[in-house]
């Protein structure tokens, strides 16, 4: 499957590919929402898996396995996919979704917000979103509980931070969704730096953002 175009960002498109496809290339693209092989000492200021003064000086298998340590894309329409193949979905009447995004501006005044970078200790934080979701399947009437956090650069308008809840009926879907979140905002380890048209600053305090 090949394609070419402008009308999409690299971000949008790999966000569209990520539902069913494992893998995608994005050739001469230096937008920092998404990891990338930089060649020629070119100034990327995301995720590079590798470096090389040309192609053929870049490790393949190294690449690979760089690759492979990255946590996958996820989008809430994949994440609503798996939480449908749950053991429990033939009881479920309702799933429930919570998507949070970079805003802009906080303020009409703000100066405006041009992306987000998000560190974590990443197996602590994937440990403890597992926690969460697993306490919140001991609900009553709670089958499912996916949640997904993106680290890295994300730009402005773009998804941050899903929970999927599968449930037996709507009460206990938006309950539980509402109480994910915030269990993520407070107990997961994750670190917000916030790069406007004005400058960055680390956000002292651990939440998600954009919500």
Same mark, same amino acid.
């Given at each position: 499957w090949v394609a070419a175009g402008t009308d999409r960002t690299p971000g949008e498109v790999v966000d569209d590919l990520a539902p069913t496809h494992d893998y995608c290339i994005l050739d001469d693209v230096r937008e920092a929402t998404v990891p990338g092989v930089v060649l020629g000492g070119v100034d990327y200021g995301g995720d590079a898996l590798a470096r090389g003064e040309t192609a053929s000086a870049v490790d393949v298998d190294a690449t690979v396995?760089?690759?492979?340590?990255?946590?996958? *894309?996820?989008?809430?329409?994949s994440l609503v996919? &798996?939480?449908? *193949?749950?053991?429990?979905?033939?009881?479920?009447?309702?799933?429930?979704?919570?998507?949070? &995004?970079?805003?802009? &501006?906080?303020?009409?005044?703000?100066?405006?917000?041009?992306?987000?970078?998000?560190e974590t200790y990443e197996s602590v934080a994937e440990e403890r979103m597992r926690t969460i979701e697993a306490e919140l399947e001991e &609900?009553?009437?709670?089958?499912?509980?996916?949640?997904?956090?993106?680290?890295?650069?994300?730009?402005?308008?773009?998804?941050i931070v899903f929970v999927v809840v599968l449930a037996g009926h709507r009460?206990? /879907? %938006? /309950?539980t969704v509402s109480d994910g979140i915030d269990r993520l905002k407070?107990?997961?380890?994750? %670190?917000?730096?916030?790069?406007?048209?004005?400058?960055e600053f680390w956000v002292h305090e651990r939440e998600p953002g954009g919500e």
């Open positions: 396995t760089a690759l492979h340590d990255r946590l996958p *894309r996820e989008t809430l329409e996919e &798996r939480a449908k *193949r749950a053991p429990g979905a033939e009881l479920s009447g309702a799933v429930a979704t919570f998507t949070g &995004r970079v805003r802009s &501006r906080d303020d009409p005044d703000d100066e405006r917000t041009t992306h987000l970078e998000f &609900r009553e009437g709670v089958h499912e509980v996916v949640m997904h956090h993106r680290t890295g650069v994300v730009a402005a308008g773009e998804d009460p206990e /879907a %938006f /309950a407070d107990e997961v380890p994750i %670190f917000k730096k916030e790069s406007t048209t004005d400058g």
